[in-house]
């Protein structure tokens, strides 16, 4: 049974950074794409940045190109997401997700295990 656990997200005032983490168990972590989403209140879940199991192809959705980093590391089962330049629409509940596959997707359909997600809150 695949688990994702996220570490704890926090409170960071605008501008500023945070990184997440994401450590994986239950299936081999390099077959398949990790994401990141998230939530906010009263909102859906959106869409926020996949990588390959290589690492070597990442996809962002616009909100966030240029300002966040995904990567993994496939020795530790981890996955990370680096946020700079922090925004209060960055505000919302962060969700590591596992894909079905090795292709990278931006929609939630394409993951099928999600972590229990993280609370990231920007102030202004």
């Known amino acids: 049974q695949v688990q994702l656990v996220e570490s704890v997200g926090g409170l960071v005032q605008a501008g500023g950074s945070l990184i997440l983490s994401c450590a994986a168990s239950?299936?081999?972590?390099?077959?398949?794409?990790m994401g990141w989403f998230r939530q906010s209140s009263g909102k859906e879940r959106d869409f926020v940045a996949a990588?390959?199991?290589?690492?070597?192809?990442?996809s962002y959705a616009d909100s966030v190109m240029g300002r966040f980093t995904i990567s993994r590391d496939n020795g530790k089962n981890l996955v990370y997401l680096q946020m700079n330049s922090l925004e209060p629409e960055d505000t919302a509940v962060y969700y590591c997700?596992?894909?079905?596959?090795?292709?990278?997707?931006?929609?939630?359909?394409?993951?099928?295990?999600w972590g229990q997600g993280t609370q990231v809150t920007v102030s202004s």
């Open positions: 997700a596992q894909g079905r596959s090795v292709v990278v997707v931006r929609t939630s359909y394409g993951f099928d295990a």
């Open positions: 239950g299936r081999t972590f390099n077959n398949f794409v």
């Open positions: 990588i390959s199991w290589s690492g070597r192809s990442t």
